[in-house]
């Protein structure tokens, strides 16, 4: 049988059309075991016609769809059919698993990746986005994902480092890291379907050593943490409102500033004074109750029109982010108004000082939503703590106020004495 030409499928088209008939074209000499056809059938107001791969395997004819005329063209089917099912065929495989056997680009790999990371529900995605579309461009985004060498990577990231931008660097590793780690085991994911087979062997930014962790120390103590705490009521220099609050939260409830900076009235329960989120950093749901020192801090905040307790400064559509919080905290730093202290440092200032206020490392553990290890928290306690947690705040607030009114009459006491 000789090749189709698109003349023929045009005058098969229109016979289809006039007789109201299906008809299917075969293009080549193909025998045997399979080879590619195009189906016509006649529609109330149109003719489809649909670019098949045909298989016989176990004395059953099977077909596959690869696309639609004149969306695929004659020479684009016969492309994919030789590229991605002539070879299956030909060695009995069924072509029901066939699929693009294109390996995978670099733009292919790192839009597949952060798909997974937005299908997730992961907030890092955004931010791995912005990363990864930059490193990209320099990589090339058309070339193979797998051609892509470890010296390559590292010319990516030495620019970075040299320019003093440490963290960055590391920051840069690691999305190439998870990236290309996701894509080697994607591949043999059965739960998803990846667009694309990368065919990746090695992930090339794994013998990239870290830049090492500097893990902090630094905690507030408690003359610092009231100077600080005073600073955010009064500030003497104007501020954006949510700014100082958020951080006043911070300091009270020992929770991370991401899940604190995105605090949504749909978290907010005023009657039982509890913050409640479904999903967090670790990827378990979270409930706190706070001090009665933060409630009313709390209930004094009119959300915006968008639900925010923190709005940002510049789009009040979104909550302020922990980048922008961050960097409110170390303009003031720089002017010496407030005690040398990070956002971390205030949750680790909450977990020293609530430890001197008389609760368990347990009950911390578990008011900072910090994974517990062992086999029983992990696999067979579901007890959600509610009624020890609220006797630890209520112990915290205790302690709170006591501190905040101790340092102010000492502070009166110096004043009126001098």
């Not at 790192?110 to 986005?129: I, T």
């Not at 990363?131 to 320099?138: T, Y």
């Not at 205030?346 to 001197?356: E, N």
């Not at 009950?363 to 579901?382: A, F, G, M, P, W």
């Given at each position: 049988?000789?090749?189709?030409?698109?003349?023929?499928?045009?005058?098969?088209?229109?016979?289809?059309?006039?007789?109201?008939?299906?008809?299917?074209?075969?293009?080549?000499?193909?025998?045997?075991?399979?080879?590619?056809?195009?189906?016509?059938?006649?529609?109330?107001?149109?003719?489809?016609?649909?670019?098949?791969?045909?298989?016989?395997?176990?004395?059953?004819?099977?077909?596959?769809?690869?696309?639609?005329?004149?969306?695929?063209?004659?020479?684009?089917?016969?492309?994919?059919?030789?590229?991605?099912?002539?070879?299956?065929?030909?060695?009995?495989?069924?072509?029901?698993?066939?699929?693009?056997?294109?390996?995978?680009?670099?733009?292919?790999?790192?839009?597949?990746?952060?798909?997974?990371?937005?299908?997730?529900?992961?907030?890092?995605?955004?931010?791995?986005?912005?990363?990864?579309?930059?490193?990209?461009?320099?990589?090339?985004?058309?070339?193979?994902?797998?051609?892509?060498?470890?010296?390559?990577?590292?010319?990516?990231?030495?620019?970075?480092?040299?320019?003093?931008?440490?963290?960055?660097?590391?920051?840069?590793?690691?999305y190439i890291r998870s990236a290309y780690s996701w894509g080697l085991k994607s591949e043999h994911d059965y739960r998803t379907t990846s667009p694309r087979r990368f065919r990746l062997v090695h992930?090339?930014?794994?013998?990239?050593?870290?830049?090492?962790?500097?893990?902090?120390?630094?905690?507030?103590?408690?003359?610092?943490?009231?100077?600080?705490?005073?600073?955010?009521?009064?500030?003497?220099?104007?501020?954006?409102?949510?700014?100082?609050?958020?951080?006043?939260?911070?300091?009270?409830?020992?929770?991370?500033?991401?899940?604190?900076?995105?605090?949504?009235?749909?978290?907010?329960?005023?009657?039982?004074?509890?913050?409640?989120?479904?999903?967090?950093?670790?990827?378990?749901?979270?409930?706190?109750?706070?001090?009665?020192?933060?409630?009313?801090?709390?209930?004094?905040?009119?959300?915006?029109?968008?639900?925010?307790?923190?709005p940002s400064a510049t789009d009040p559509s979104k909550p302020v982010s922990h980048g922008t919080?961050?960097?409110?905290?170390?303009?003031?730093?720089?002017?010496?108004?407030?005690?040398?202290?990070?956002?971390?440092?205030?949750?680790?200032?909450?977990?020293?000082?609530?430890?001197?206020?008389?609760?368990?490392?347990?009950?911390?553990?578990?008011?900072?939503?910090?994974?517990?290890?062992?086999?029983?928290?992990?696999?067979?306690?579901?007890?959600?703590?509610?009624?020890?947690?609220?006797?630890?705040?209520?112990?915290?607030?205790?302690?709170?106020?006591?501190?905040?009114?101790?340092?102010?009459?000492?502070?009166?006491?110096?004043?009126?004495?001098?």
């Amino acid at each position: 049988m000789p090749s189709l030409t698109d003349g023929e499928i045009r005058r098969a088209l229109k016979q289809v059309e006039e007789a109201g008939k299906q008809l299917s074209l075969v293009d080549g000499e193909g025998h045997g075991t399979g080879r590619l056809i195009l189906v016509m059938k006649p529609m109330p107001t149109r003719v489809t016609a649909d670019w098949m791969a045909q298989q016989w395997r176990d004395q059953k004819r099977l077909k596959k769809k690869l696309g639609s005329y004149p969306s695929m063209s004659l020479s684009q089917a016969r492309e994919v059919f030789k590229r991605d099912y002539a070879d299956m065929i030909q060695k009995g495989r069924s072509i029901k698993i066939a699929g693009d056997t294109r390996a995978g680009t670099v733009a292919d790999l790192f839009e597949a990746y952060v798909a997974s990371l937005k299908a997730e529900g992961k907030p890092s995605w955004k931010e791995a986005e912005k990363g990864l579309n930059k490193i990209a461009d320099i990589l090339g985004r058309s070339r193979a994902a797998r051609d892509i060498e470890p010296d390559e990577i590292k010319e990516v990231i030495r620019p970075i480092y040299e320019r003093g931008k440490r963290s960055m660097a590391d920051h840069v590793r690691s999305y190439i890291r998870s990236a290309y780690s996701w894509g080697l085991k994607s591949e043999h994911d059965y739960r998803t379907t990846s667009p694309r087979r990368f065919r990746l062997v090695h992930n090339p930014a794994a013998g990239i050593p870290t830049e090492p962790k500097n893990v902090g120390t630094r905690w507030l103590d408690e003359e610092e943490f009231v100077r600080l705490y005073r600073w955010l009521e009064c500030p003497d220099a104007p501020v954006h409102p949510p700014y100082t609050r958020a951080v006043r939260i911070l300091m009270l409830t020992g929770q991370r500033v991401e899940e604190i900076a995105r605090l949504h009235v749909d978290q907010w329960d005023s009657a039982e004074r509890i913050i409640d989120w479904s999903k967090t950093k670790n990827g378990k749901p979270h409930a706190i109750p706070v001090p009665k020192v933060a409630a009313e801090l709390i209930e004094s905040i009119k959300p915006n029109e968008y639900g925010w307790f923190f709005p940002s400064a510049t789009d009040p559509s979104k909550p302020v982010s922990h980048g922008t919080l961050y960097s409110f905290m170390w303009r003031q730093r720089d002017r010496e108004v407030i005690p040398v202290v990070t956002n971390r440092d205030l949750r680790r200032t909450w977990k020293t000082l609530a430890g001197k206020a008389g609760l368990s490392k347990e009950i911390r553990d578990r008011l900072q939503n910090h994974t517990l290890q062992d086999v029983s928290s992990k696999s067979y306690d579901r007890w959600n703590y509610m009624p020890e947690k609220r006797t630890a705040m209520i112990r915290w607030d205790k302690f709170v106020r006591e501190l905040l009114a101790k340092k102010k009459r000492k502070m009166t006491v110096l004043q009126e004495a001098a």
